[in-house]
């Protein structure tokens, strides 16, 4: 079974900084999807950026990007210029590329970023 | 705009009730998803459903159980309410398949609590 490891249950940063949230996982599949989502207070799941495992290439959606590092098996998101609206709780997430899982999400623990004027 | 709909926002029942929540998406999608979400622990997959009247056990599916007799309706049931399970229910639908474009959509959650 895979598994998600989110370490930094709470992060803080001053606006127009960067930030960096951390993301580890475990599995034993060589094909996998990953994903940052971000949840508001509204609750609304949003989805921030994702990355496919066989792509190098590190994936970024406008001040969002990610250091994707196989081998070590780390996927963390860097906030750029970060802003106000960017306070939620962040959450990492894996799916098996494979199939027969249905495109199940498997969660980390969540990291809570605060945003500070 | 397309939509995950969950019944309630928030909801009160007592120990021992029968207890459902409603999940209606919109977008005519084959697989649907109930998570419960708690503080320290994310997201965990209870059940979830690959078309009309079919299912699968998720990763902690003691003390519920699910419905889908309709292609857009997904319900969760806890059949004798424990005040363990109080907490963040949240339903997902997505397209068949596992493209890695065929994304998630979430509902807005519904907050139980068990008393």
């Known amino acids: 079974a895979q598994t998600v490891t989110q370490s930094q249950p709470e992060m803080s940063v001053q606006e127009a900084e960067t930030v960096t949230l951390s993301c580890t996982y475990d599995t034993s599949e060589s094909d996998y999807y990953l994903f940052w989502y971000k949840q508001p207070p509204s609750r609304q799941m949003i989805l921030v950026i994702r990355?496919?495992?066989?792509?190098?290439q590190n994936a970024t959606e406008n001040r969002f990007s990610v250091n994707f590092q196989k081998a070590a098996k780390s996927f963390s998101l860097k906030i750029s210029d970060s802003q106000l609206g960017d306070a939620a709780m962040y959450f990492c997430?894996?799916?098996?590329?494979?199939?027969?899982?249905?495109?199940?999400?498997?969660f980390g623990q969540g990291t809570i970023l605060t945003v500070h004027p | 705009d397309v939509k995950v709909t969950q019944s309630s926002r928030y909801l009160v029942k007592r120990t021992g009730e029968k207890v459902f929540l409603e999940c209606v998406q919109d977008?005519?999608?084959?697989?649907m998803f109930w998570y419960r979400q708690d503080p320290g622990l994310g997201l965990r997959l209870i059940y979830f459903?690959?078309?009309?009247?079919?299912?699968e056990k998720g990763d902690i599916p003691e003390g519920y159980s699910v419905s889908r007799e309709k292609k857009e309706r997904f319900s969760l049931i806890l059949e004798s309410a424990s005040t363990n399970q109080t907490s963040m229910y949240l339903c997902?639908?997505?397209?068949?398949?596992?493209?890695?474009?065929?994304?998630?959509?979430f509902g807005s959650g519904t907050r139980l609590t068990v008393v």
């Open positions: 977008m005519d999608h084959e697989n």
């Open positions: 997430a894996y799916r098996s590329a494979g199939g027969t899982s249905y495109g199940k999400l498997t």
């Open positions: 459903s690959y078309d009309v009247k079919m299912k």
């Open positions: 990355q496919e495992a066989y792509k190098q």
């Open positions: 997902a639908s997505k397209r068949a398949g596992n493209s890695f474009y065929y994304g998630y959509t």
